[in-house]
């Protein structure tokens, strides 16, 4: 296992266009995490997986966010009708449920211009 | 809203200076973890800590959880240039949210 794999890393769109980000997590960890990450700050929590369901969801993520995790293995972040705003890192991370340490992927960088 | 905050933003130490990133919550966390991210790079787990005054050290890295767990630091002796990177304190909100949250890092630059 090669850890925590994320696609594409980078990502250039123009305003209004869809996106759709796959994370594939390490193969015995249960939970998977997505988070936004903006230059200078700390990663922001948008959603939480454990299995299939999805468990919680930040505020921050609106209605043109959505994600799945149809098998519990791999995700899929997917971002409708991209806004500039929505330019920021998107890191994926995992955890077993028992040490809730998070191993994080490399990233997806989003650019909406 | 819940928030974890870190001080300072960034500092800027002359190899082989002390260095100490401070971390403090709006609320009572059920654990800290500490994660280091290097330039370019992701976040990645240092350690974790669940007990209120709490202590641990690995080589160089002392970190601290405080009595009331609303707060954590994390001092490094004689820093060196590979210690470059930002430190980011996380914790698990005593709310019975399952995600971790983040606080706003603290930048560290070393000068060779």
């Known amino acids: 296992d090669t850890g925590v794999s994320q696609d594409p890393r980078h990502k250039i769109t123009k305003r209004g266009q869809n996106v759709t980000f796959r994370c594939d997590p390490i193969?015995?960890?249960?939970?998977l995490y997505w988070y936004r990450q903006t230059l200078g700050q700390g990663p922001e929590f948008l959603t939480y997986?454990?299995?299939?369901?999805?468990?919680?969801k930040s505020r921050l993520l609106s209605d043109r966010f959505s994600a799945e995790r149809p098998k519990g293995s791999f995700s899929t972040l997917e971002i409708q009708r991209t806004e500039q705003g929505d330019s920021a890192m998107y890191l994926c991370?995992?955890?077993?449920?028992?040490?809730?340490?998070?191993?994080f992927g490399a990233g997806s960088r989003l650019t909406v211009l | 809203g819940q928030q974890v905050m870190q001080i300072p933003q960034y500092q800027h130490v002359q190899e082989g200076e002390d260095f100490t990133t401070y971390c403090n919550s709006s609320?009572?966390?059920?654990?800290i973890q500490w994660y280091k991210q290097r330039p370019g790079g992701h976040p990645v787990f240092l350690i974790q800590?669940?007990?209120?005054?709490e202590v641990k050290k690995q080589k160089r890295l002392t970190f601290q959880f405080g009595e009331a767990k609303k707060n954590s630091s994390l001092h490094i002796t004689a820093t060196q240039t590979t210690d470059v990177g930002t430190y980011f304190c996380?914790?698990?909100?005593?709310?019975?949210?399952?995600?971790?949250?983040f606080g706003s890092g603290t930048r560290l630059q070393v000068q060779p």
């Open positions: 991370a995992s955890s077993t449920s028992g040490a809730n340490v998070l191993t």
């Open positions: 997986f454990q299995n299939e369901a999805q468990l919680e």
């Open positions: 996380a914790g698990f909100m005593d709310t019975g949210r399952r995600a971790l949250t």
């Open positions: 609320t009572t966390l059920s654990n």
């Open positions: 193969s015995e960890h249960n939970r």
């Open positions: 800590l669940v007990k209120s005054g």
